[in-house]
């Protein structure tokens, strides 16, 4: 079956840093741009940061660049996500699939066909 199993997430104060991992099963995913997605309460699930099949390019939203890092290990089948100098306004459920590539509009987008979201890793950012 195919699918993503994210984890990583956790309770953690404003400041503080989370490192979440997305593995794939039922296929590689190294021919695949793979991006992070969010969705927090009563919000549509948005586009975060996503990565080449190469890992030669990286996007990310304004909101998070200089404190999320994207990348991946194609040997593991695995995409991270370093989050550091989190933020209250992070808190959401985290997913990971696979991107349209290039990009449009400098949005990360999902496949159009792609329905095989996992569970997702939920971040809470609190004091």
């Known amino acids: 079956q195919l699918g993503f199993v994210e984890s990583g997430g956790g309770l953690v104060q404003p400041g503080g840093s989370l490192r979440l991992s997305c593995v794939a099963s039922?296929?590689?995913?190294?021919?695949?741009?793979i991006g992070w997605f969010r969705q927090a309460p009563g919000k549509e699930r948005d586009g975060i940061s996503c990565?080449?099949?190469?890992?030669?390019?990286?996007n990310y939203i304004d909101s998070v660049k200089g404190r999320f890092t994207i990348s991946r290990d194609n040997a593991k089948n695995t995409v991270y996500l370093q989050m550091n100098s989190l933020k209250p306004e992070d808190t959401a459920v985290y997913y990971c699939?696979?991107?349209?590539?290039?990009?449009?509009?400098?949005?990360?987008?999902?496949?159009?066909?792609?329905?095989?979201w996992g569970q997702g890793t939920q971040v809470t950012v609190s004091s």
């Open positions: 990565i080449s099949s190469g890992s030669r390019y990286t």
């Open positions: 039922g296929f590689t995913l190294d021919d695949y741009a």
């Open positions: 699939a696979p991107t349209q590539w290039p990009i449009v509009q400098d949005t990360c987008s999902p496949f159009p066909t792609f329905t095989s």
